[in-house]
Structure formats: structure tokens, C-alpha cells
């Protein structure tokens, strides 16, 4: 199985820039896309941004400009890095991986829709 462990959550001022922390933890062989989603209060989760293994990033509208995702293969770690945050931000972010190739027993298998636990951001105007 993959673990996922979110950090770097908190309360953070309007216009801050904190930076959120993804590592993937298990018997891991690859990983294809880490992702970050996000979910307001009352509102559902909705997608953030995510990068490939080869390092290429897309991003939702809302965070076009102001959100960088990146990765660090060696370490099975997603950074999202927020700038200019806004009391709209405020939520619990979720780190999120597709598609995994990890160790089980004695053979490689494929497994899909790895979610972590959430960070909470609490934007303070």
C-alpha cells in the first residue's frame, strides 16, 4: 500500500505564502501523478493542481499565477507552494496520488486513488 502524510498546515495571515508537504511512504516502485485538492468549508473537494513524474504541472484556474507544485521523485514528495493567499483558500487540503507501482509480498502491483488524511490552511484576513 502508499501512505500519504500531508504537512505544513496552519493559520496563515492574508497574502502569506506557506508551503504544504506530500511524502508517500511504502514498498514504492513509481508514482505517476501527485496531485493537491482542496476542500472549503460547506463547498466539495475540488482540484488544486498536479504534476507528473516528468515534472510537468497543471493547474486549476484559482490557482494559476499564484500556486507551484513540484516534486521530488527521489523522495516520494510533493511540495505546493501558495503565494498571496486569500481567505477563499482557507480549507483542508488533501495530497492525492493516481496511480502507484509498489512492492506487496513478493511482486509488484499497481494500485489507484491514494488519498491522504488533510492539512488544514486557515486564511485570516
Known amino acids: 500500500q502508499v501512505q500519504l502524510v500531508e504537512s505544513g498546515g496552519g493559520l496563515v495571515q492574508a497574502g502569506g505564502s506557506p508551503r504544504l508537504s506530500c511524502v508517500a511512504s511504502?514498498?514504492?516502485?513509481?508514482?505517476?501523478?501527485m496531485a493537491w485538492y482542496r476542500r472549503a468549508p460547506g463547498k466539495v473537494r475540488e482540484f488544486v493542481g498536479e504534476?507528473?513524474?516528468?515534472?510537468?504541472?497543471r493547474y486549476a484556474e484559482s490557482a494559476k499565477g499564484r500556486f507551484t507544485i513540484t516534486r521530488d521523485n527521489a523522495m516520494n514528495t510533493v511540495h505546493l507552494e501558495m503565494n498571496n493567499l486569500r481567505p477563499e483558500d482557507t480549507g483542508v487540503y488533501y495530497c492525492?496520488?493516481?496511480?502507484?507501482?509498489?512492492?506487496?509480498?513478493?511482486?509488484?502491483?499497481?494500485?489507484?486513488?491514494?488519498w491522504g488524511q488533510g492539512t488544514q490552511v486557515t486564511v485570516s484576513s
Open positions: 492525492h496520488v493516481d496511480r502507484a507501482l509498489y512492492l506487496a509480498a513478493t511482486s509488484t502491483v499497481s494500485g489507484e486513488d491514494f
Open positions: 511504502g514498498r514504492i516502485a513509481s508514482i505517476d501523478n
Open positions: 504534476v507528473s513524474a516528468d515534472h510537468n504541472a
